[in-house]
C-alpha cells in the first residue's frame, strides 16, 4: 500500500465524461502526490468536420453549422461567418442599418445567455449549487425572445448573408425592455451569491494566474485575455458592424487569476445590458419595412474568387471565420479560428504547479465549450 | 399539561401490573421495557431519514426557485418511500478483487454507532431512552467509531480513489471533533454535569421571567461554542461546504461509490440520522432541549432540532466547497484557539458566579 | 504604420516577397504576403520581432488542388453528403471525390499546391497580415513557427492532422482533433481534396 502512496509520478485521466469538464474533454494530468506537472488536453470527441462539410454547402447552408460550433452562443457564431462571407462578396453585401442594429441587438442578448451558463457552470465547479438554477431563470428568458425571433433557442441561424432572416416581431423590443430591467436588478443578487462569497473568493483568488505577456503569446483572447489587465476588445479596437456608434465600457482584471476571469465576465454582461437598451432606443427610431432587414443579394451566392477574414469578439474571445472563395457558390475553404481551441492551449501551461483540487476551479474559469474546440 | 414521557410511564405502570398478575417479576418488564425503547429508537432513526430525506429536497428545491418533488403523494411525500423502495430492490454489487466482509460489515459500522448515540437525547422532558450520567461523553466517543466504518467503506472496494476519499472524509471527521468536543466543554462547565437531563433542566429557569436561561443565551461564550459547535457537526457530516471529499467524486471518487441497492441506503441513512443527531445535541445542549410553553416538551424539542437542520440545509444549497487544505487550515488555526479562548471564558464565568 | 509601408519593409528584407493583390490589381483588404517557404521562419522572425506582429491568430493550410470531373453526388450516403467519396474497406481504390458545383471556378486558380496561411497581428501599431507560402503535396512540410509564438503548437497540430503537413522542429507533432490511432495508417488527411475516406470502426 505504502509504494502506491509515494511520491512517484501518477497519471490521472480526468475522463472524457466528466460533470465539470464542460463536454467531453479528457485531460491526462501528470502528479507528483498532489501537485500537477503535466496536462495534456486530450480533444476530438466532439469533432464533426465542419471545415470539410463546409466544402459541399454554399454560403447560405454553411450558418447552420455554423450554430453548431460553439452552440452556447450560437448568434455569435453566425455573425462572425455571416461578416466574413459579406467582406468576401463585396459592397453589395453590405447589411442595411436596421438589420446591423438587429443583429447587434441579439448578438449582446447571446452574450448575456452565454456568460449566464458560464455563471452558473462555475458557481456548480466551486460546489455553489443554487446560482445556476439563477442563472438558468435569466437564461430561459433570453431563449424565449430568441424563440420569438427566429423559432430557435438554441441553434438560431437567424444572420443571412446581408442582413438576418426576418424583421423583429411585434412586443418584441417591449419585451427586451423588461429583460434589460429585470436583469439589472439580478446583477446585486449575483454579486452577493458568488462574486462577494468568502469560500468562493478563497478558492479562485490568486488560483491559476496568467500574466498577459504569456496571455499574448498563447493567443489568448476575449475575457481570458481582459483579465490580464490588457484592455483589448474587438468590439472597440477594431470596430465592425455599428459597435462604433455604441457606448460601453470593457472591463479589465488586475492579477489574471480565476477570480478576474469570473468578474471580466461578469461585468460584461452589464456591460451588454447597456449596449442592449441602446440598441432597442435605435431600433425604434428606425423605419421598418422591405428591404430594411435584408440587402439585395442574388439567390445564389457567388461571391469572386478571393479570401476574406471576418472575426467577432464572441463570449469566449476572437472567434473568426478564414474563407477562400474560387468563384463558385461552395467555398473552396473554410478554415474556423475558434477562440476555445486555442484558449485551451493554454491548460498546460496554467495547470503546473498546482493542486489537483484546483483543476477544476481552473479548467472552469478558461470557460470553453466543446463544440468550439472540436469544431 | 400530557407530556409523552407520562403516557409511557403510565404504559409501564401498567405492563408491571399485568406482568404482575400472571406472576412475571418485574425484571422482565424493565428488560422488555429497555427492547422497546430500543426498538422505538432505532425504528426512529430508520424513518427519521425519510421525512429529512423529502425536506432536504424540498427546502433545496425552494431555494433554486423550483419546486421539487410534486407527483408521488400530497407535494412529494412519498417520494422518499418510492425512492427507498427502489433501493432496496437493486441488484447488489460487491467488486470481484474487494475485501468482501470488510465491504459487507461498513455500512453497519456506520450506521450502528449512530443509532447507539440516540440513546441520550432529550427527545422531551423525562423522555431520554438512557439516562447517563456520562451522557454527553457516550455521545462524544460513541459517535466517533463511525470513522472507521468510512475508513472500511474504502478499503473494501478494492479502488484506489475510494481509499483515498475515504481517507481525506475520515481525517475530516476526525479533526473536526475536536473542536465539537472542547465546544461541549463550556456547557458542561456551567451545566456542572456531564448529564443530558441535568443539562436540559440547568436551562428551565428564565431571567427577568422573559429571557430563557439557554446556554446559548450566555454571552459571550454561549453563541461562540454555539457556533463552533454547529460548524464542526456540518463538518462531521461531510455537508456542504465541508464536503470536499464526496464531491470530488469530480476527481476522485468518494467512500460510498461501490456500493448499491440496500449498502448505499444505509450511508444516505446514516449521513442524514447522523445531521439529525448532530442537531439533537445542539438543541439540548444550548437551545433548552425541550423547554416551551404551554405545548408539550416533545413537540418543541422537535421544533428546535428542526430548525436546526432546516439551517444545515440553508448553509448547504447556499455556500460553495472549501477546498480540502482550506478546510483543515480553518479546524486547526480558527475553531481549535477559539474553543480554548472559549473554555478559557467559560471557566472565569463559572468560578465568578461561585465567588 | 498601413499596409503598403509594412510590404515594403518586407520586401526591403526579402526581395522575393510579392504582395497579392486583387484580381483588379487593387490592395487587398487586409495585407496579403505571399514568400517562398525556405524563407518562411527568417521572415516570421523579422514579423515578430522587429515589426512587432505579437498576435498569430490562426495557421491553416489551402489545398489547392481543383475538383477532378463533375459527377453529381448522391444523397443517399451520408458520407457523399459531406462530398467525401468512400470506399469499403478492401476494395480497389476509387477515384477521387466529385463535388457538383454549379457555374466554373475562376480560371487558373486550382494547381497542386498546398498554401500555409499565417493571420498574425500587432497588437502594438495595429497592423493585420496575411502571409502566405506555397508548399508541395507530394511532401509537404515546412518549418515550424512553434518557437516564435507558442500558440502555434496547436494550429500547427491541428494543420497537421488535417493535411499532412510535417511541421519541422515542432515540439510535439502528433494528431489533434482526430484519433491518435489513424497516425498508423497511410493516407488519413480529411482535408485534402482527394482524401478517399475508408470506413473504419467510427463508422
Sequence with gaps: MTEALKTEEMTLNLGPQHPSTHGVLRVILKLDGEVITSADPDMGYLHRGIEK????????????????????SSMLNNFAYCLAVEKLSGPQAKPPERAEYIRVLVAELQRIASHLLFFGTYGIDIGALTPFLYAFREREMILDLFEMVCGARLTVSYFRIGGV?????????????????????????????????????????????????KAIAFGVSGPNLRATGFKYDIRKNEPYSVYDKLEFDVPVGTTGDCWDRYHVRFEEMRQSVKITEQCIEKLRALPTGPGTTLAKMPKILKPPAGDAYGHVESSRGDLGFYLVSDGTEIPHRMKTRRPSFVNLGILPELLKGWKVADVIAILGSIDIVLGEVDC | MLELADIFSMIYE???????????????????????????????????PIFLVWMERKVSAHIQSRLGPMRVGFHGALQ?????????????????????????????????????????????????????????????????????????????????????????SAAQIVSYEIPRALSILPVVMLAGSLQMSAIV????????????????????????AFLIFLTASIAECNRTPFDLPEAESELVAGFSTEYSGLKFAFFFLAEFANMFLGCAIATALFLGGGSGPVLPSTFWFLAKTLFLVFLFMLIRWTVPRLRVDRLMTFNWKVLLPWCFVNIFLASLVVLGSIS | MNASQIAEKIRERFPRAEEIRRADNLPAETLSVRVAAAEILDVCRFLRFELKFDYLSFVTAVDWKGQVGDESFTHDDPWALAGVKTQPAGEAEAGPMPIAKRGQAAPGLYHDVFEMVYHLYSYETGAKLF?????????PQVDSVATLWPTANWHERETYDFFGIKF???????????????????????????????????D
Design chain 1, 165 to 213: 432572416y426576418n424583421d423583429l416581431p411585434p412586443g418584441f423590443l417591449e419585451k427586451v425592455q423588461d429583460f434589460c430591467g429585470w436583469m439589472k436588478g439580478r446583477f446585486p443578487e449575483y454579486q452577493d451569491l458568488l462574486s462577494d462569497n468568502v469560500i468562493f473568493k478563497d478558492r479562485t483568488k490568486n488560483i491559476g494566474i496568467l500574466n498577459k505577456e
Design chain 2, 80 to 168: 422518499t418511500i418510492a425512492d427507498g423502495i427502489k433501493l432496496f430492490l437493486k441488484e447488489d454489487i460487491v467488486p470481484r478483487e474487494a475485501d468482501r466482509w470488510v465491504h459487507r460489515l461498513a455500512p453497519l459500522v456506520v450506521v450502528v454507532p449512530t443509532i447507539m448515540a440516540f440513546a441520550i437525547v432529550p427527545f422531551g422532558s423525562r423522555l431520554i431512552p438512557v439516562d447517563l450520567n456520562i451522557g454527553i461523553l457516550y455521545f462524544l466517543s460513541v459517535s466517533s467509531l463511525g470513522v472507521v466504518g468510512i475508513i472500511m467503506a474504502g478499503w473494501g472496494s478494492n479502488n484506489k480513489y475510494t481509499l483515498l476519499g475515504g481517507l481525506r
Design chain 3, 131 to 139: 502571409l502566405k507560402t506555397e508548399i508541395s503535396r507530394e511532401n
Design chain 2, 201 to 224: 433542566s440547568a436551562q428551565e429557569l428564565k431571567w427577568f421571567g422573559i429571557l430563557p436561561k439557554w446556554f446559548i443565551f450566555y454571552f459571550p461564550v454561549g453563541p461562540i
Design chain 2, 14 to 48: 401498567f405492563a408491571k401490573e399485568q406482568a404482575a398478575l400472571y406472576g412475571i417479576s418485574p425484571r422482565v418488564v424493565n428488560i422488555g421495557r429497555m427492547v422497546v425503547i430500543t426498538g422505538m429508537v432505532t425504528g426512529l432513526v430508520s424513518l427519521l
Design chain 1, 53 to 72: 462539410l463546409a466544402e459541399a454547402r454554399d454560403y447560405t447552408q454553411i450558418i447552420v453549422l455554423t450554430d453548431r460550433m460553439d452552440y452556447v
Design chain 3, 168 to 202: 519541422l522542429g515542432h515540439p510535439d507533432l502528433r494528431r489533434i482533433l482526430l484519433p491518435w490511432e489513424w497516425d498508423k495508417e497511410e493516407g488519413k488527411w480529411p482535408l485534402r481534396k482527394d482524401y478517399i475516406h475508408k470506413r473504419d470502426i467510427y
